[in-house]
């Protein structure tokens, strides 16, 4: 309703500033230089009724611009370049405003002026050049509000994709690998040194790549899947030292999906979330499948809930619902499918990247 209010009160204000012009213009040409036929009492009532006749016909044009623009910028300015989409739109301006200003005149005429022959030919061919000047004034107008209102769009949707970036930053780096995989990594790590120095050395170097590619990356809004990909082999292989053979990882990538672009730790989160809802032990093993195709990343486990409440804010999984609300309209998805948790998630393509 304050949109609407706006408007008209625009209308209202253009109308009263545009329509006195040319009225005042006749009445001082007519006043100053006179006229044969009309004394200055005649020529003030023909003043009072040339504005009248003026506001009317502004008004209208006024309201049926807006009306225009409204209606036909909304339906092409995805379809049509601007330069094409203006000049569409003034002839089909100019060719209703010159009929209403034609409409109008005829009927003040007939009941006000009674102009005839030479007189009211004249007078038509004086407003419909008036209303030729007034659409191109107004359709100038209307296009710059229009602009001016795109920026101001554009500006604040990107200021708010930049503060939900920071946002998604900032929570990503809290949350992602949690303090508690630290507590179980140097646990499995300080019982490596005591019995299997060589892998324990092998176990330093792949928890020092996941530091590295959590430092490295940390400020991406993407990296490519490879990257990511190289990244989870590390972490697998921490994993599968504290979980042994009860855990058991399964990657199908199809190669054309590699230089595809994910955000940062998404396949940390999944896999993790994985590991921290479900029952690993001999009796009951946990699968997981990692598989990219068709400009998607499932991952995918048997679903055995563990037994006792595990809590948990979902930040994790809507953080990453978040970061891909500043990427793509594709949606992200969670959820028990069958006897198994299915996460899916959508893979960004070059293209895409270029345009953000």
């Not at 008209?8 to 329509?19: E, M, Q, R, Y």
């Not at 001016?148 to 998604?168: C, G, H, P, Q, S």
């Not at 699968?287 to 048997?302: K, P």
């Not at 990453?320 to 393509?349: H, M």
Request: hydrophobic fraction near 45%; charged fraction near 20%; proline fraction near 2%.
């Amino acid at each position: 309703m304050p949109k609407i209010s706006s408007q008209f009160k625009t209308i209202l204000w253009g109308t009263l500033i545009v329509s006195v012009v040319p009225s005042a213009f006749i009445f001082f040409k007519r006043w100053f230089l006179g006229t044969q036929d009309q004394d200055g009492y005649e020529t003030i009532i023909d003043f009072i009724f040339s504005t009248l006749f003026s506001i009317v016909v502004t008004f209208s044009i006024f309201l049926s611009n807006f009306y225009l623009i409204t209606r036909f910028t909304k339906a092409n300015e995805n379809k049509l370049s601007d330069v094409k989409r203006i000049i569409y739109f003034l002839i089909l301006s100019l060719i209703a405003s010159n009929l209403i200003m034609f409409v109008e005149w005829k009927i003040f005429n007939a009941f006000i002026f009674k102009c005839e022959g030479a007189i009211e030919r004249e007078h038509i061919l004086e407003n419909q050049l008036l209303a030729t000047i007034l659409v191109i004034i107004v359709s100038l107008a209307l296009e710059i509000k229009h602009y001016i209102d795109k920026l101001k769009a554009t500006v604040a949707e990107n200021e708010r994709l930049e503060r939900e970036f920071i946002k998604a930053q900032l929570e990503s780096l809290k949350m992602q690998i949690s303090p508690h995989f630290l507590f179980n990594s140097f646990n499995a790590l300080q019982s490596l040194i005591e019995d299997n120095p060589e892998t324990a050395k092998v176990f330093v170097k792949e928890l020092a790549n996941v530091y590295r590619y959590v430092l490295d990356k940390k400020d991406n809004m993407v990296v490519e899947l490879n990257e990511e990909i190289d990244f989870m082999q590390s972490f697998i292989y921490l994993n599968k030292i504290r979980f042994g053979e009860n855990l058991s990882v399964d990657v199908k990538i199809d190669s054309n999906c590699l230089n595809t672009y994910l955000p940062p730790l998404t396949l940390q989160l999944l896999i993790e979330n994985a590991l921290k809802h479900n029952i690993i032990s001999s009796a009951k093993r946990l699968h997981i499948t990692i598989a990219a195709a068709n400009e998607t990343l499932v991952v995918s486990n048997n679903y055995q809930p563990r037994t006792e409440k595990i809590h948990s804010t979902h930040i994790g999984l809507n953080n990453l619902t978040d970061r891909y609300k500043l990427i793509t309209n594709k949606q992200v998805k969670f959820g028990i499918e069958n006897t198994s948790y299915v996460a899916s998630v959508p893979l960004i393509s070059q293209v895409t990247i270029e345009q953000i």
